[in-house]
DNA sequence: CACAATTTAATTGTGTGCTATTTAATGATC
DNA sequence: GATCATTAAATAGCACACAATTAAATTGTG
């Protein structure tokens, strides 16, 4: 018992092999929004409430500023958000959506559906698997 | 209905996030052999049948050769492969494990072990959930 | 046999991800 | 109120990922 396997047995292999086939159904679909998957989520947490902070956006979409700060900045060159520093914490960049930025919202707003007919699983039988990977993903930060 | 949502309702930022959860579970358990994460798949489907081509290798581990060509060429350079023309097809590439390569083995039997109780599930749930999310893979995949 | 089509890797360029470090601003302690 | 510790972003460097292109080898068809 317990020793190496082979990738197709592997749980983290699923998670990690399943994550790139979600980008790739989303590729086409974020490809007219001129839009990788991360700018997306960035976007999307946006969308759901606007002005955040770059370590507020990161707790969201799970990126640390490394990542987070050179996407951001080319979201702004897109002319899609404007980043501002906070004048009660001139540590803090806050990032906030442009115009153009609100407007892509309705260019969007079909993607969760098509995403789901992807999947081939109801509405509930994804939102149930949905908390199924969350509750391992809490399990393993935990670990962490 | 059918909007747009924040990351965390959506199924794919919970794979998203696990996927990336999972990696900073495994990076302890690798940095002591030198591996990353993608580089530890390759050696583990060496370990479980060697002497593969790129396009082999490709095809289990989720990667096409752009990834793969680097990455394999840095596992030779450690020294845990190496990597030769087929002589009956000079178009492939086979990548085989060196001594060291497969002695590498025996300092990562523990890492399963260390995964799934990281998970915190049973041996049986984890590998129910494996399989579902594989099934997610399988149409996503499908759907592209 | 010739030669077009296909297949396999490698290469190039852009965009993540992450660690570690740096810089600047704020807060805490004396 | 000067100094130290903490916090937030930004930066630098390495390693994926992937699309698109290139180059070489093989196969298929006449």
């Known amino acids: 018992m317990s020793g190496t396997l ?3 047995d592997m749980l983290c292999f699923a998670l990690y092999s399943a994550s790139h086939a979600m ?3 989303y590729r086409p679909l974020l490809e007219p929004l001129g839009l ?7 976007m999307a947490a946006l969308w759901d409430e606007d002005e955040k902070t770059v370590k507020t956006l990161g707790s969201l979409v799970d ?14 060159a897109s002319g899609l958000v404007q980043r501002d520093r906070n004048p009660q914490d001139e540590r803090e960049v806050i990032v906030s959506l442009t115009d153009k930025g609100r407007a892509m919202q309705a260019d969007a707003t079909h993607i969760p559906q098509c995403i789901l007919e992807a999947t081939t699983l ?5 939102g149930e698997l949905r908390d199924r990977i969350f509750r391992l993903r809490t399990a393993l930060e935990a670990a962490g």
Do not use: H, I, M
């Open 23 to 25: 980008n790739r159904v």
């Open 63 to 76: 990126l640390d500023s490394g990542t987070l700060t050179p996407l951001v900045k080319r979201l702004e």
């Open 122 to 126: 109801s509405a509930d039988a994804a």
């Open 36 to 42: 990788t998957y991360p700018q997306y989520l960035v």
């Open 6 to 8: 082979p990738p197709a």
